[in-house]
């Protein structure tokens, strides 16, 4: 018995491995296909990407047929490489350079000789291809956008590199992949799926048909539309007021957390990067240090949110009950917290109504005094009313649906105890923070946000740009309100003083007939150290606002850098803002042409200069400001050629 166990082991194993090589080999042509056959070639269909549009169907980004020369290394022959240059406007050492890189890459594989051909390329190379063995050409789609703006918002689509390659096997090399903006936040939706077909070659490695009649092709799968909830119309406006200056506007529907628009200045033409010329266009705008155009001030940039925040302090301070309606402070051109605080008020007695509406440091250093001293344990109080704060969005990531985004920051008592090494915190000691000068740091979008949820007395959702997918769902996250720690009766006074912003305060000059805006100025403090030497720059000019006082359609935040008061140049732009959208034209038509044809170009050239450490001399400076934007305006011209 036990002399027939062993060759009995032997006979099974035996034919269960012939069993699954012939399997394998015959039965199953997957293997097959995944190998790398000579016999079998592998074309890729990719499949336009969706299309996107704004809340109202308006087309923004469309495609366009481009063509990339691919290339198998080792399939190459026999060559007239001079001709090949030529064809192509290539050099010698270019075509050397590019045929090394794919043979690492892989010397079997297609990859990408020369991308993004016009049709003009594309026809001179077609004709002549079949003498140009181991190299073919590629249709693919790039993007062709309806609109020379909204470049933050949609980001572009660039060739994947070898980090995406090795964590992503849907790629391969060559494929176009969204970057930044919703081009990347929604690449798998935007980018379908690609098809696949394989053709049969015999010994002379010529296509004789479909490998099995196409059994194992499929067919490619266009990427899903996007449906965004910007306005056309107001980021188009607000793009324009934004021209010469350096900032951001955000507005958001209250009612939805939709962002109606989202605008960064400076900005580009999305344009810039398509095409031939999308490498050098790049590489001038990412070296643009100074005005930083490809830098999405509206998420990114994290600034002092100035006299807005005494908006938090008031209804902290109620919440609290260290204040009410009623109560009272003196404001003496300012206070004495152990250090004087100014104030632009002058001699008044004031209470929460005026207090807001003239925007009285002194009413708004004392509430906060009392919210810290409130309870014995300091630490206690500067978490209590960080939590306060931190339920209007403010000191985290809001969690909208794009990839990129500031935290901002919101002071707690860890930070504190760092740094006074374990020592009771007295109020006097961060009492800038009451009108936001201190340590809190805020995004636009972040106190655009801010504005919805006091519009909707308490409530936010949180703030996303896709308002619909085809065939599909929108994420529950953003159809789900979100509470801050204020009761909502708490809302009404402080709503009413920022109506009275308008009526009587420091937006009085721009209010607009018939419209109830509840508005706040502000101004933060600006300092840039330079060399070890610190410097005291131009104010930023802040303002918020919602509009209409009751259902209201639209909040907002404008920051514009180094422009001084709030009143100045943010709260027109603010006003312009909300009269175009609830109203669709403007009335205040002196406000609308100074705000267009206002530059801030002069503060900007100051600051240029103390980073260079050096004198203003206007032909240099002019020099290097145009510099960058010079480079781009040729390498558009030569995109346009082309």
């Known amino acids: 018995m036990r002399k027939a166990i062993l060759p009995a082991v032997i006979i099974i194993s035996s034919v269960l491995l012939i069993a699954r090589i ?24 990719f499949p336009e990407r969706g299309y996107i549009y704004d809340r ?19 399939e190459i022959k026999d ?8 064809l192509l406007n290539i050099t010698k050492e270019d075509f050397i350079k590019k045929i090394k890189k794919a043979r690492i890459y892989s010397p079997m594989l297609p990859s990408v000789f020369l991308s993004q051909l016009n049709k003009v390329e594309y026809a001179a190379f077609q004709e002549k291809e079949r003498k140009f063995e181991g190299f073919y050409t590629q249709r693919r789609s790039l993007r062709d956008y309806q609109v020379d703006f909204g470049a933050n918002i949609f980001g572009f689509i660039t060739q994947v590199n070898e980090g995406i390659l090795k964590k992503n096997k849907y790629y391969n090399s060559g494929d176009l992949i969204g970057k930044q903006g919703v081009e990347q936040q929604y690449e798998e939706i935007l980018r379908g799926i690609k098809g696949v077909k394989y053709l049969l070659r015999d010994k002379h490695n010529k296509i ?67 095409g031939r010329q999308r490498s050098k266009n790049y590489t001038a705008l990412y070296n643009d240090s100074i005005a930083k155009p490809l830098y999405d001030r509206g998420l990114q940039a994290a600034y002092p949110p100035g006299s807005p925040f005494k908006i938090i302090t008031g209804l902290i301070g109620l919440q609290e009950e260290v204040i009410d309606e009623q109560s009272t402070f003196y404001c003496n051109h300012g206070a004495n917290f152990g250090r004087f605080m100014g104030c632009h008020c002058g001699l008044h007695t004031l ?81 800038s923070n009451a009108i936001g000068q201190g340590e809190v740091l805020t995004s636009p979008i972040q106190l655009a946000n801010m504005m919805a949820t006091v ?13 619909n997918i085809k065939d599909q769902k929108v994420d529950k ?42 508005g706040k100025t502000g101004t933060a403090e600006n300092k840039i150290r330079v060399a070890g030497k610190t410097y005291q720059l131009k104010d930023h000019s802040i303002f918020v606002a919602f509009a209409p006082r009751e259902n209201p359609k639209i909040a907002l935040a404008v920051f514009i850098e180094n422009s001084g008061y709030g009143a100045t140049w943010a709260g027109p732009i603010a006003t312009l803002m909300l009269e175009k959208y609830i109203n669709g034209k403007i009335s205040r038509k002196d406000l609308e042409t100074r705000m ?4 801030l170009q002069n503060e900007y050239d100051k600051i240029e200069n103390i980073i260079f450490q050096r004198q203003p001399n206007p032909t240099k400076v002019q020099d290097s400001i145009n510099k960058i934007k010079v480079e781009i305006s040729d390498a558009k011209k030569e995109e346009e050629e082309a």
Request: proline share 4%; charged share 20%.
């Open 79 to 86: 060559i007239d490489t001079t001709e090949f240059c030529s």
């Open 477 to 518: 996250k953003f159809v789900t309100k979100h509470y801050t720690t204020i009761d909502k009766q708490y809302f009404e006074p402080i709503i009413q003083g920022l109506e009275d912003v308008y009526n009587y305060g420091t937006a009085s000059s721009f209010r607009v007939e018939g419209m109830k805006i509840c």
């Open 351 to 431: 209470q929460l109504n005026n207090g807001i509406y003239k925007s009285c440091n002194s009413y708004f250093g004392n509430t906060y005094k009392r919210t810290i001293e409130k309870y014995k344990d300091s630490y206690y109080s500067v978490d209590n009313w960080a939590n306060h704060v931190r339920s209007f969005g403010l000191g985290q990531f809001l969690g909208t649906d794009m990839p990129i985004g500031s935290k901002g920051l919101v002071p707690s008592s860890k930070m504190y105890k760092k740094w006074y090494n374990g020592a009771k915190i007295r109020s006097s000691y961060i009492i």
């Open 56 to 74: 109202n169907g308006k087309l923004l980004v469309a495609n366009q047929p481009s063509y990339d020369i691919m290339v198998v290394p080792r």
């Open 596 to 599: 267009l044809t206002g530059s």
């Open 22 to 45: 012939f399997y394998l080999q015959v039965i199953d042509e997957t293997l097959k296909l995944k190998s790398e056959n000579n016999a079998i070639k592998k074309v890729f269909d």
């Open 455 to 467: 519009a909707n007395r308490g409530y936010y959702f949180t703030p996303h740009i896709v308002k």
């Open 208 to 274: 004789i048909g479909p490998y099995k009649n196409g059994q194992f092709d499929t067919i490619a799968q266009q990427g899903k539309d996007l449906t965004l909830t910007i306005d056309y119309e107001l980021q188009k406006y607000g793009t324009e007021l934004m021209v010469n200056k350096r900032g951001g506007i955000v507005a958001i529907e209250p009612k939805t957390g939709e962002i109606l628009a989202l605008v960064s200045a400076p900005t580009y033409d999305p344009a810039l990067l398509v």
